[in-house]
């Protein structure tokens, strides 16, 4: 079975700080495919990426940044230059290819931006 | 817009009296799911739906009844709803291989079963 280990429950920046918020995965299978997502204090979840586990390339999109390693089994996303709108519970995901398309979630990371 | 909704967005009820979250998708995903969110638990999936008329459990499926008698129409049923079913519900929709596209989400239905 498939696990997703988010270890930080809570994370407290100031403004412009970089902050980094950790995602170790477990699976058996080869092919998958790795997921964050964002809850804003309103509550929807945000889309933010989705990497399969051939591409590992790190990823930057503006001020997001992901790191994925499978030599350790972790897929860790950086936000450079933190702004108060940052804030958010930030959720990694993993779903197996091959008998449909459920999403194994990890428990949420709550980042906090202070001035 | 392509979207998936919920209704309803917030639901106060008492335990025992059966219930009906509804939710539709607009594009065509053959792949419906719910799943639940408490805090310190993150999101677990209740059921899904491969396709019309095929339903089935997911991690924590007890209390709950799903339907798909229509491919956009995924409802998720609470015969006797129970205090320990108090939780944020999120209804999803995608393909059924990730390999397509990411899983799209409804908005969220607040329920509180008193």
């Known amino acids: 079975a498939q696990k997703v280990t988010q270890a930080q429950t809570e994370i407290s920046v100031v403004e412009k700080e970089d902050v980094t918020l950790d995602c170790v995965y477990e699976t058996r299978d080869t092919t998958y495919y790795l997921f964050w997502y964002k809850q804003p204090p309103s509550g929807e979840l945000v889309f933010l990426i989705r990497r399969n586990s051939f591409d590992e390339q790190n990823e930057i999109s503006g001020r997001y940044s992901w790191n994925f390693q499978k030599s350790t089994s972790s897929f860790n996303f950086t936000i450079t230059a933190s702004q108060v709108v940052d804030s958010a519970v930030y959720f990694c995901?993993?779903?197996?290819?091959?008998?449909?398309?459920?999403?194994?979630f990890g428990t949420g990371t709550q980042l906090k931006v202070e001035l | 817009e392509a979207q998936v909704t919920q209704n309803p967005r917030y639901l106060i009820t008492v335990t025992g009296k059966k219930l009906t979250v509804t939710c539709s998708q607009n594009?065509?995903?053959?792949?419906m799911s719910w799943y639940r969110q408490d805090p310190g638990l993150g999101l677990r999936q209740i059921y899904y739906s491969m396709n019309v008329e095929v339903t089935d459990k997911g991690d924590v499926p007890e209390g709950y009844k799903v339907s798909r008698k229509e491919k956009r129409n995924f409802p998720l049923i609470l015969e006797s709803p129970s205090p320990n079913q108090t939780s944020l519900y999120f209804c999803a929709s995608g393909y059924r291989e990730p390999s397509y596209n990411e899983q799209f989400f409804g908005p969220g239905t607040r329920l509180t079963v008193l």
């Open positions: 594009m065509n995903h053959e792949y």
């Open positions: 995901a993993l779903t197996l290819t091959g008998g449909g398309n459920k999403l194994t």
